[in-house]
C-alpha cells in the first residue's frame, strides 16, 4: 500500500489549496478514503472522509462548509479541496487508508496559512 499526497504550501488566509493523495497497491475503489491533519503539538484529527463510491461524506464540524473531499476511483485519487483558509488549519495533512490489518498513511503534506 502507498499513499503519496501533494498539493500542500504556504497560502494566506481566505486562500485555497486543493491536496491530492495517489493510492496504489489496493484495490483503491473498494476502500473508505480519510483526510487526517496534524498541527505542532496537537494529536491527528481527521478532518473528512468518504464512502467507496463517493456517495456519502463527512467532515470534521471545524471545516464543514469550507473543505471538499471527492475521488477519482479510475485514476486512484482522493482529494481535499480546502476553500476559506484559516490559521489554524495550518497543519500536516495526511491521507488515510483502511483495512482488516491496520491503518495507512501517507508522507504527509504541509499546509501553510499565513499572511
Known amino acids: 500500500v502507498q499513499l503519496v499526497e501533494s498539493g500542500g504550501g504556504l497560502v494566506q488566509p481566505g486562500g485555497s489549496l486543493r491536496l491530492s493523495c495517489a493510492a496504489s497497491g489496493f484495490t483503491f475503489s473498494t476502500y473508505k478514503q480519510r483526510w487526517y491533519r496534524q498541527a505542532p503539538g496537537k494529536e491527528r484529527e481527521l478532518v473528512a472522509a468518504?464512502?467507496?463510491?463517493?456517495?456519502?461524506?463527512n467532515y470534521a464540524d471545524s471545516v464543514k462548509g469550507r473543505f471538499t473531499i471527492s475521488r477519482d476511483n479510475a485514476k486512484n485519487t482522493v482529494y481535499l479541496q480546502m476553500n476559506s483558509l484559516k490559521p489554524e488549519d495550518t497543519a500536516v495533512y495526511f491521507c488515510?487508508?483502511?483495512?482488516?490489518?491496520?491503518?495507512?498513511w501517507g508522507q504527509g503534506t504541509q499546509v501553510t496559512v499565513s499572511s
Open positions: 468518504i464512502t467507496t463510491a463517493g456517495g456519502s461524506t
Open positions: 488515510n487508508t483502511r483495512d482488516w490489518r491496520g491503518d495507512y
